[in-house]
């Protein structure tokens, strides 16, 4: 039988150059060539005022780590939280629905929602349920996947 060694530290990038990665490495070489265009396509004073922040943006994704993950990672989370809604609203179809006026004489649909009262053999049956992981169906029925007890006639 053969042995293969398992690699340790899989999440841990390859240093290069001294405590420089490959994606360190590449990143600045982009902003190297960047810096280079500007400054062979511009004169000195507007080379000066592109190459600063050309600087801080490549030195920010280069270097910069947030909660231990690279900046564009925590850049592309930033983007993703703002394009996901805010408000989460759970729809549940209601078959009853009442109908109140308010004093001003305006009409408001309210859904009205029939409870029962939880008993003590509900608990048990709902935790037998629970504990069986499915099996147990009911002294009286089954109990379906919202824990409603479904009574069937014989």
Do not use: C
């Not at 290069?16 to 960047?34: A, D, E, M």
């Not at 231990?68 to 209601?94: C, D, I, Q, S």
């Not at 709902?126 to 089954?142: A, P």
Request: charged share 20%; no cysteine.
């Amino acid at each position: 039988m053969q042995q293969f060694t398992v690699p340790q530290f899989i999440e841990v990038e390859d240093k290069i150059i001294g405590p420089i990665t490959v994606r360190q490495f590449i990143l600045l070489l982009i902003g190297g060539l960047i810096m280079f265009l500007e400054y062979k396509l511009s004169d000195i004073v507007l080379f000066i005022f592109l190459a600063i922040p050309t600087f801080i943006i490549v030195s920010l994704f280069a270097f910069l780590k947030v909660n231990g993950m690279p900046f564009h990672y925590f850049l592309l989370n930033v983007v993703a939280t703002f394009k996901k809604p805010k408000v989460r609203v759970w729809l549940r179809e209601l078959k009853n629905f009442s109908v109140h006026q308010d004093t001003k004489g305006s009409a408001s649909v309210k859904p009205v929602v029939a409870k029962s009262p939880v008993t003590n053999s509900r608990i048990s049956d709902l935790s037998l349920v629970l504990d069986t992981g499915g099996i147990y169906k009911g002294e009286d029925g089954e109990i379906d996947i919202f824990g409603q007890l479904n009574n069937k006639p014989n």
